[in-house]
């Protein structure tokens, strides 16, 4: 489920993030499919349509998208995830996430959003940066 959730991953994502046995991880990950070191998801998995990419994601300071690999450099520039974790040192920013990208971080207080753009929010995302705000899910 991890590599169908999250893939592609190495090894060592999957042994970080599950904190089981190397042993049991090499046999469960044995049984999918690998390209350069990469496992990737089975393919009975309904494919997720391109266009659900395009629309830009509000993520809360502790979301498994950043959190959940060891190197978040996939999602985010070195600059950006300076921004993102000031210091390292285990505070997170909220983040705009565009095409997979982590492009800004924001805030939200009564009812106002307020995003640092720190990679470069293009045009087209700025209505679906304020459609999500207006239906996160404040507490």
Sequence with gaps: RYVNTRGPVTEADVRWWSKL??????TALSQLPEADG???PIDDLPATPAS???RPLLLP????????YKDRLFAMTGTTHE??????????????V?????????????GRL????IAGVP???QPGIERAFRAYPFA
């Design 61 to 68: 300071a502790f979301d498994e998208y950043i959190l959940g």
């Design 52 to 54: 659900s990419f395009r």
């Design 114 to 117: 307020n995003v640092a753009d």
């Design 98 to 110: 565009i095409d997979g990208v982590v492009r800004a971080t924001w805030q939200g207080a009564g």
């Design 83 to 96: 921004h993102v974790a000031p210091g390292n040192m285990g505070v997170f920013r909220k983040t705009v």
């Design 123 to 125: 045009k087209y995302a």
């Design 21 to 26: 046995p190397a042993r049991e991880v090499r």
């Design 38 to 40: 990469y496992f990737l």
